[in-house]
């Protein structure tokens, strides 16, 4: 296997970037619950990950792999998502469950953020095609390289239980499960830097 291409994602990579891992959430749990109808999740879920990580581009903290097989957005410390934008979209668009549960879930999440200073990962996908190659550790250890030669944090939450031993594998630790109603599970995660 050769090593995974990664490169940061500029502005004008953004539509891929968002495409890639629009394909790699049509199955993950808090999406669907979010929107069970897929040409709803399809026509909501690219504006709801731009609100959510769309600032990594900016801060040159976008990365993809391998001509956007995957992508991973990256926010740094100090730099948080558009939650006026996502509060907005996600009322507006998701389901009725959602809109029932939802602003308590994102509660449960802002109280598992780190005080501290920390990089965030709102959102990292792979391409169901290609996913299995290793494209998402590569991804995760590229931006970790940096965490850890600035000795910073990286805290994420797992939406599908799947990938939780992927980010254990990459030195995350379960902070706790956040679920309120119907909800399905969602796991905070925090990494201290390796030395």
């Known amino acids: 296997m050769t090593t995974p291409i990664i490169k940061t994602a ?8 968002v495409a890639v891992v629009t394909l790699a959430f049509s199955t993950d749990p808090a999406a669907r619950w979010t ?12 504006s ?3 609100a959510f990580g769309g600032k990594a581009f900016a801060h040159q903290s976008a990365h993809c792999v391998d001509c956007f097989a995957g992508a991973a957005l990256w926010l740094p410390p100090g730099v ?21 549960d939802g602003a308590a879930v994102f509660d449960q999440m802002g109280r598992h953020h780190p005080r501290e200073p920390h990089w965030y990962l709102p959102i990292i996908g792979v391409d169901p095609f290609h996913q299995g190659k290793g494209y998402g550790a590569a ?5 970790l390289a940096s965490c850890d030669r600035d000795q910073a944090l990286a805290y994420l939450e797992s939406s599908n239980p ?3 031993p992927l980010y254990q594998r990459q ?10 109603g119907t909800s399905p599970p969602i796991v905070p995660m925090l990494r201290t830097p390796r030395r």
């Open 10 to 17: 500029t502005a004008s990579d953004e539509a891929r970037a």
């Open 35 to 46: 929107w069970p109808d897929p040409q709803q999740f399809l026509d909501h879920f690219p």
């Open 48 to 50: 709801v990950a731009r």
């Open 80 to 100: 948080s998502p558009d939650e006026d934008a996502l509060s907005t979209l996600l009322q507006r668009t998701g389901s009725a469950a959602f809109r029932k």
């Open 139 to 143: 991804l995760m250890q590229h931006a």
């Open 162 to 164: 799947r990938n939780i």
């Open 171 to 180: 030195g995350f630790k379960v902070l706790g499960t956040i679920q309120v």
